[in-house]
T-cell receptor, first 117, second 109 residues
Framework: GAVVSQHPSRVICKSGTSVKIECRSLDFQATTMFWYRQFPKQSLMLMATSNEGSKATYEQGVEKDKFLINHASLTLSTLTVTSAHPEDSSFYIC?????????????FGPGTRLTVL | QKEVEQNSGPLSVPEGAIASLNCTYS??????FFWYRQYSGKSPELIMF????GDKEDGRFTAQLNKASQYVSLLIRDSQPSDSATYLCAVYSWGKLQFGAGTQVVVTP
């Protein structure tokens, strides 16, 4: 398999602040990383696809100015939730595509639980 | 029509029995198929992937793929309480992984 880390695992912030979440592929290079959001008892929702060195592709309905994604290297992608509000409270999960199991296989990070007060 | 469909469950399985999970998909051109397990409050973890028609076994898990019928299934043999989780079927389609809503499995002692 392959290992993907995320930091922080949990964050609590005040409304109006910005929060940055890091996603790293630890033992493989990931040209593509994905950001998902999951609300309680709901399925994964893809927010955006992040390709190294290029602009992220956002899913319909996801505000690109609110959820800033940067994929500066083959092992690191970041998601910044700008001016967070309580409705942004959710479980944010990244995944990285690649590794020894083939280019289509995605490995997930452990997730970041964001709570906006 | 959703890209990937699964029964939401819960699927109740006695300990030691076989759990059978099914998944259908709409994109006939899909070539890669995945099963993930997600425990409550945790992120998905890859169980196995399958690319070719037929069966693929990995320990207590067997994935079955039938591209003509557009379905993929997962069998869990000798189910254990630790197998209680939500199982996500995922299909690589249109450049991204399409997930089903997941089937909740509850293994009862």
């Amino acid at each position: 398999g392959a290992v993907v880390s995320q930091h922080p695992s949990r964050v609590i912030c005040k409304s109006g602040t910005s929060v940055k979440i890091e996603c790293r592929s630890l033992d493989f290079q990931a040209t593509t990383m994905f950001w998902y959001r999951q609300f309680p008892k709901q399925s994964l929702m893809l927010m955006a696809t992040s390709n190294e060195g290029s602009k992220a592709t956002y899913e319909q309905g996801v505000e690109k100015d609110k959820f800033l994604i940067n994929h500066a290297s083959l092992t690191l992608s970041t998601l910044t939730v700008t001016s967070a509000h309580p409705e942004d409270s959710s479980f944010y999960i990244c995944s990285a595509r690649g590794g020894r199991d083939g280019t289509d296989t995605q490995y997930f990070g452990p997730g970041t639980r964001l709570t906006v007060l | 029509q959703k890209e990937v469909e699964q029964n939401s469950g819960p699927l109740s399985v006695p300990e030691g029995a076989i759990a059978s999970l099914n998944c259908t998909y709409s994109d006939r051109g899909s070539q890669s198929f995945f099963w993930y397990r997600q425990y409550s409050g945790k992120s998905p973890e890859l169980i196995m992937f399958i690319y070719s028609n037929g069966d693929k076994e990995d320990g207590r898990f067997t994935a079955q793929l039938n591209k003509a019928s557009q379905y993929v299934s997962l069998l869990i043999r000798d189910s254990q309480p630790s197998d209680s989780a939500t199982y996500l079927c995922a299909v690589y389609s249109w450049g991204k992984l399409q997930f089903g809503a997941g089937t909740q499995v509850v293994v009862t002692p």
